[in-house]
């Protein structure tokens, strides 16, 4: 879970970095690195670590 | 007050801080509020932060600078400075008829119910075609355009409303009977194929 913890934090937080790199400009690249860079690093790094409290979840259950 | 921008920045800073207790020390998660922190850092805030960076990117995009950042729009931006006051984006425009740094924008959205959420989705359109696929040249209006968008700001306007030409076809052109773009009496646009051969405005500095 640890692992996954570390590895969810850090897709987030380079999510996080790109939306503030894509802040700096106003054209269309920028809005499109915000959308799907951005959204991708976000969409995985949430999703992990909501997996990531499920399995612990069900590891503690099947403990 | 803080803007938008400081808003998102100030987020993401803090997003940052807090999901780095959780990397550095993911053992904190062991205790009910280490669970709490690791939640708040990596679900709450960050979603915060995304949510408020998207509707900060969707204010942006209704900025003329956004529509013309793309290179296929540069002659519609160049034609917004065409010395002729038949051209009726460009007399808009050098007028101050509609705001300056929302040209496009307000000019090619619906003003009809859903009409801002349909032009931002057109407008993810045009981004996805523009990068991934082919647009279309020379660029068209999905729909013929509509009088609906003219009346907007012209309808209850005494120089519109006072015109004899306007009273006496007042209901068509209000149900868009006749349409003010294409019936030959307001019919010159962008025309970008023509700027090579027209006068520009240089605004003065």
Known sequence: MLRKLRLSGILVILGLI??????????AFSFM?????????????ILLFLYSLVSSQTSAFDN | MIGPQTLVFLLIGASILL????VIRPSITASREGKIIAFLALFIVPVVAAGVGASEHMERSEQTQFCLSCHIMEPYGRSLYVDDKSYIPAAHFQNHRIPV??????CHTDYAMFGTIHAKMEGLHHVYVY??????NPIRLYQPYNNRECLHCHSGARSFEESPTH???????????????????HDTF?????LDHVKFWKPIE
């Open chain 2, 167 to 185: 009273t006496a076809m007042m209901g068509d052109l209000k149900a868009s009977k006749i349409s003010c773009a294409t019936s030959g009496c």
């Open chain 1, 33 to 45: 690195s915000f959308v799907v860079i951005s959204g991708s690093l976000f969409a995985s790094g």
């Open chain 2, 190 to 194: 962008h025309n970008v194929d023509q």
């Open chain 2, 101 to 106: 740094d929302k040209a496009c924008y307000t």
């Open chain 1, 18 to 27: 790109v939306e503030a790199l894509s802040l700096f400009w106003n054209n």
């Open chain 2, 131 to 136: 990068w991934f696929g082919t647009p279309m």
């Open chain 2, 19 to 22: 999901i780095l207790v959780v």
